[in-house]
């Protein structure tokens, strides 16, 4: 299996925000999606978010899921907290938005 680059999302769902790590291509990898949903995630809003900036907020849970997704393609949630991740991330820091879902 080739070398899977980490990616992190703030996901913007109908329940609130949650903030991921992922080693899939891309957000919206069938096989990411297809997690989500069984999450009864099948709408969302998110931006891909600086990694640096995400290891710097979230030290010890950072380096714990990344050694979790370590030589895997898989998708964890890092923070669920929606008032912690809004605290910690601007609005005006985020890029373009992936939308999914109708």
């Known amino acids: 299996m080739p070398e899977s680059r980490m990616r ?11 903030l991921v790590l992922s080693t899939y291509p891309k957000l919206t990898d069938d096989r990411l999606l297809a997690k989500l ?9 998110a931006y891909q978010v600086d990694l640096d900036a995400v290891q710097h907020r979230y030290q010890e849970a950072f380096a714990n899921v990344a050694v979790d997704l ?18 910690n991330f601007s609005l005006d820091s985020l890029g373009d938005p992936i939308k999914f879902g109708s």
């Open 8 to 18: 992190a999302y703030l996901i913007f769902t109908g329940s609130g925000p949650i």
């Open 37 to 45: 949903r069984y999450k009864g995630i099948d709408k969302f809003i």
């Open 70 to 87: 370590s030589g895997a393609e898989d998708i964890r949630v890092l923070d669920f907290n929606g008032h912690q991740i809004m605290a």
